[in-house]
């Protein structure tokens, strides 16, 4: 690997074996050899015992034979980081160093995969080496295998804060957050979406409920009309309740347990609206 100036091109070669996850090793069969030999590529080691005759003395050498051979993935002028995931069939490039060390590069000519697992990498810190786990590094990794996808950006030098995405479609689940506890997720097994801030506040779609929740305010605005539309109205307050209107019109029955106006306490009553648009009626009695 040091010096590339001794790599040697052997040609395509055929994959004798689906790659374990997570490798990087393959076996290969140079194609020539495969027409060669008239034979299938495949990863079948065989020990085989000769006999040789060498001054009158018998010597029994043992050998294992096999029609592809070891070849390690080539990283090469890619900011991917894990090898791709090739089959038995597909066609990739075959490099030697010497008699023993092959290296290959992916084609993709025969679209043999499956399923694959990847990870790229761009590094974000300019004074040190990537390190192993990605920890000062911007990384996107996605897995057909694991049927998930996950971005990140590491904070490494003035970047505010890092953010992350994940996506687990086997899971039903996907959420964007930041390193300060902000996120946004979705729930689509159990029909849950909502976002959250650092400080508390959250916003919940739960099936046919919605929830939200502030540690301080709430404050909804509308430049012409807010309606609310709903079966029963309730307002929980435990300080006071207040609004501010220089008109207000009820259309039904209004019934207090107890009222106050002007200072003077009213035992329970109701008023009835008159529908006509004149003052309601006199109070009656409770």
């Given at each position: 690997?040091?010096?590339?100036?001794?790599?040697?091109?052997?040609?395509?070669?055929i994959v004798a074996d689906v790659k374990k996850l997570g490798s990087r090793?393959?076996?290969?069969?140079?194609?020539?050899?495969?027409?060669?030999?008239?034979?299938?590529?495949?990863?079948?080691?065989?020990?085989?015992?000769?006999?040789?005759?060498?001054?009158?003395?018998?010597?029994?050498?043992?050998?294992?034979?096999?029609?592809?051979?070891?070849?390690?993935?080539?990283?090469?002028?890619?900011?991917?980081?894990?090898?791709?995931?090739?089959?038995?069939?597909?066609?990739?490039?075959?490099?030697?160093v010497d008699e023993d060390t092959h290296y290959w590069v992916e084609m993709?000519?025969?679209?043999?995969?499956?399923?694959?697992?990847?990870?790229?990498?761009?590094?974000?810190?300019?004074?040190?080496?990537?390190?192993?786990?990605?920890?000062?590094?911007?990384?996107?990794?996605?897995?057909?295998?694991?049927?998930?996808?996950?971005?990140?950006?590491?904070?490494?030098?003035?970047?505010?804060?890092?953010?992350?995405?994940?996506?687990?479609?086997?899971?039903?689940?996907?959420?964007?957050?930041?390193?300060?506890?902000?996120?946004?997720?979705?729930?689509?097994?159990?029909?849950i979406t909502g976002m959250q801030n650092a400080d508390g506040s959250m916003?919940?779609?739960?099936?046919?409920?919605?929830?939200?929740?502030?540690?301080?305010?709430?404050?909804?605005?509308?430049?012409?009309?807010?309606?609310?539309?709903?079966?029963?109205?309730?307002?929980?307050?435990?300080?006071?309740?207040?609004?501010?209107?220089?008109?207000?019109?009820?259309?039904?029955?209004?019934?207090?347990?107890?009222?106050?106006?002007?200072?003077?306490?009213?035992?329970?009553?109701?008023?009835?609206?008159?529908?006509?648009?004149?003052?309601?009626?006199?109070?009656?009695?409770?």
């Amino acid at each position: 690997m040091d010096d590339l100036t001794a790599f040697k091109l052997l040609g395509v070669g055929i994959v004798a074996d689906v790659k374990k996850l997570g490798s990087r090793e393959i076996y290969v069969s140079p194609r020539e050899e495969r027409y060669a030999h008239q034979e299938l590529v495949h990863n079948n080691p065989q020990k085989q015992s000769t006999t040789v005759n060498n001054n009158g003395k018998e010597h029994v050498i043992n050998a294992t034979t096999n029609n592809s051979r070891p070849a390690t993935w080539l990283a090469y002028n890619t900011t991917r980081k894990t090898p791709p995931d090739v089959r038995h069939g597909d066609e990739v490039l075959i490099y030697a160093v010497d008699e023993d060390t092959h290296y290959w590069v992916e084609m993709n000519t025969m679209d043999e995969k499956r399923l694959e697992t990847v990870i790229f990498a761009i590094s974000a810190d300019p004074d040190n080496p990537m390190a192993d786990d990605y920890s000062n590094a911007y990384f996107f990794s996605w897995s057909s295998h694991q049927k998930r996808a996950h971005f990140r950006m590491n904070k490494v030098t003035d970047e505010f804060t890092g953010y992350s995405v994940d996506i687990d479609a086997k899971s039903g689940y996907a959420k964007i957050e930041d390193d300060l506890d902000n996120a946004v997720f979705i729930d689509s097994r159990n029909t849950i979406t909502g976002m959250q801030n650092a400080d508390g506040s959250m916003v919940v779609a739960r099936k046919q409920d919605i929830i939200g929740e502030a540690p301080r305010n709430i404050t909804l605005t509308a430049g012409a009309k807010f309606t609310l539309n709903c079966v029963d109205y309730e307002c929980n307050a435990t300080g006071s309740h207040k609004t501010n209107t220089p008109d207000a019109v009820f259309s039904t029955k209004i019934t207090t347990p107890l009222a106050e106006i002007d200072g003077i306490e009213h035992a329970t009553h109701s008023h009835n609206e008159q529908g006509d648009g004149k003052p309601v009626s006199k109070p009656i009695a409770g």
